[in-house]
């Protein structure tokens, strides 16, 4: 078993699909198809069913996947804690950020680091608060950044920022010319939100409970996995929604939406990392410039 090995049959296993795993990793089909044949005959197992034209993984192959997974992740840390012995001169950061902080907040934080470090390759990857804190949890990501409150012990969380939540509609909403809106207000108008697991749904949900309203007693007509999704369908009237400020800043200054009188509060940006995981110079170097 060899470590090519291993990142062949992850990369088929993903796609179901031997040609495509061939694409994603530039190489022949036949290479790949050789590669799959050789773990399974060194082992004396059939990792995949071969149905018509195409591969689809068995019991034993969904069994071993985690197993590849995890030594791959872990060459990966050795091959990255073998790069910081380099002084930052060459390396790889990987991290991952809730959508708010990866489209308003850090671009500029990374742009900044490259150009310190020019040599260490910066893998951004982008997902809710929920999924960046997992992501720390399992390796997949060296540091996390979120906007929502985590309760996990293993995390250490380091406040790096800030942002506000507001309010939004449409200029024609009912709400858009009042002076001050009633937290009791806010059930009676349909909304467009973020999914549960989202720092900016929760936080939203944590200030209705603060003003004594129930989350469940909103009238939700659409919920988003995205920032951009939401903002299309509050602009297009399908309801209210609450966003962070620097998210919609375009939007508002456009007069697509306006932010309706309803203060929220003002909620921190977490640095996640790890306690008990290796810590690289790279991330050690990102961390210090944000201080």
């Given at each position: 078993?060899?470590?090519?090995?291993?990142?062949?049959?992850?990369?088929?296993?993903?796609?179901?699909?031997?040609?495509?795993?061939?694409?994603?990793?530039?190489?022949?089909?036949?290479?790949?198809?050789?590669?799959?044949?050789?773990?399974?005959?060194?082992?004396?197992?059939?990792?995949?069913?071969?149905?018509?034209?195409?591969?689809?993984?068995n019991?034993?192959?969904?069994?071993?996947?985690?197993?590849?997974?995890?030594?791959?992740?872990?060459?990966?840390?050795?091959?990255?804690?073998?790069?910081?012995?380099?002084?930052?001169?060459?390396?790889?950061?990987?991290?991952?950020?809730?959508?708010?902080?990866?489209?308003?907040?850090?671009?500029?934080?990374?742009?900044?680091?490259?150009?310190?470090?020019?040599?260490v390759?910066?893998?951004?990857?982008?997902?809710n608060?929920?999924?960046?804190?997992?992501?720390?949890l399992?390796?997949?990501?060296?540091?996390?950044?979120?906007?929502?409150?985590?309760?996990?012990?293993?995390?250490?969380?380091t406040?790096?920022?800030?942002?506000?939540?507001?309010?939004?509609?449409?200029?024609?909403?009912?709400?858009?010319?009042?002076?001050r809106?009633?937290?009791?207000?806010?059930?009676?108008?349909?909304?467009?939100?973020?999914?549960?697991?989202?720092?900016?749904?929760?936080?939203?949900?944590?200030?209705?409970?603060?003003?004594?309203?129930?989350?469940?007693?909103?009238?939700?007509?659409?919920?988003?996995?995205?920032?951009e999704?939401?903002?299309?369908?509050?602009?297009?009237?399908?309801?209210?929604?609450?966003?962070?400020?620097?998210?919609?800043?375009?939007?508002?200054?456009?007069?697509?939406?306006?932010?309706?009188?309803?203060?929220?509060?003002?909620?921190?940006?977490?640095?996640?990392?790890?306690?008990?995981?290796?810590?690289?110079?790279?991330?050690?170097?990102?961390?210090?410039?944000?201080?």
């Amino acid at each position: 078993m060899t470590l090519e090995r291993l990142r062949i049959f992850v990369a088929v296993a993903e796609r179901q699909h031997v040609t495509a795993a061939a694409r994603a990793l530039n190489l022949t089909q036949s290479a790949v198809s050789n590669a799959i044949a050789a773990l399974e005959a060194e082992h004396d197992v059939y990792l995949f069913d071969r149905v018509g034209r195409g591969v689809v993984l068995n019991q034993t192959g969904l069994a071993f996947l985690p197993e590849a997974r995890a030594v791959l992740a872990r060459a990966a840390a050795a091959e990255a804690a073998l790069a910081d012995m380099s002084a930052l001169r060459r390396g790889r950061l990987t991290i991952f950020a809730s959508q708010t902080i990866a489209s308003a907040w850090l671009p500029r934080r990374l742009a900044a680091f490259h150009a310190a470090h020019p040599g260490v390759e910066l893998d951004v990857a982008i997902g809710n608060t929920r999924e960046v804190a997992e992501g720390v949890l399992s390796g997949a990501a060296e540091l996390g950044l979120v906007e929502g409150e985590i309760d996990q012990p293993l995390l250490d969380q380091t406040v790096v920022g800030s942002d506000r939540l507001a309010v939004l509609v449409t200029p024609d909403h009912p709400w858009a010319g009042l002076r001050r809106l009633e937290a009791q207000t806010l059930a009676t108008q349909a909304w467009v939100l973020r999914e549960a697991g989202s720092g900016t749904r929760s936080t939203l949900e944590a200030a209705l409970r603060n003003a004594g309203v129930d989350p469940a007693a909103l009238s939700i007509a659409m919920t988003l996995p995205s920032n951009e999704a939401v903002l299309a369908a509050a602009e297009a009237g399908a309801g209210a929604t609450a966003l962070s400020e620097s998210v919609a800043y375009g939007s508002v200054a456009a007069g697509r939406l306006v932010t309706a009188a309803f203060s929220l509060p003002e909620r921190p940006f977490r640095l996640l990392r790890h306690r008990e995981r290796y810590r690289s110079k790279a991330g050690d170097a990102f961390v210090a410039a944000m201080e």
